[in-house]
């Protein structure tokens, strides 16, 4: 199997629009010389810095979702710029679980760390891919169907019990 979540551009239109709005305003100050320069070239360059982030990052990058048909191994790797990268390479096990994002998931569950997979900046629908690294509790979000992450799953639920950790 093999996912690549589908982009929602909206959400993030709506917040980098008026932070180009702002950034414009800030060097139209400056250039006019209205105000503090540096405060307004510092604001600049503070929305312009978000801008800049929030498109490489929700506009620019992609995750695809990769399980094998034969093998235990979860693989997401993170498509932008020149090369495509694993960001995450997990084998499973079955202490492993796949459980629907919720806010105060990350108190509930006891996470220590959680890394986000998503490509859209609100997800309509996120799933959390909860499993053990060097002892420590570490969730995945990713953002997929319930479909999907009932293959996941599934997957993990038809381990044998000797791959048990």
Not at 52 to 78: C, H, M, S, W
Not at 83 to 89: E, G, H, K, N, Y
């Amino acid at each position: 199997m093999q996912y690549t979540p589908h982009r929602k551009l909206k959400p993030l239109i709506v917040i980098c629009f008026p932070l180009l709005v702002i950034t414009l305003i800030f060097w139209i100050l400056s250039y006019l010389n209205v105000g503090p320069k540096a405060v307004n070239q510092l604001g600049m360059l503070i929305t312009l810095t978000a801008l800049v982030y929030l498109l490489v990052r929700y506009a620019l990058t992609e995750y695809v979702y990769q399980l094998p048909d034969e093998g235990n191994i979860f693989t997401v790797t993170k498509v932008g710029g020149k090369l495509p990268r694993t960001v995450a390479d997990i084998r499973l096990s079955r202490g492993d679980r796949v459980v629907l994002f919720e806010k105060d998931i990350r108190k509930k569950e006891g996470i220590e760390r959680m890394e986000n997979y998503c490509v859209s900046l609100f997800p309509e629908e996120s799933w959390l891919f909860l499993t053990r690294i060097d002892g420590r509790k570490v969730a995945l979000r990713l953002e997929c169907r319930a479909d999907v992450a009932g293959r996941i799953r599934a997957r993990i639920e038809s381990l044998p019990e000797e791959d048990e950790e």
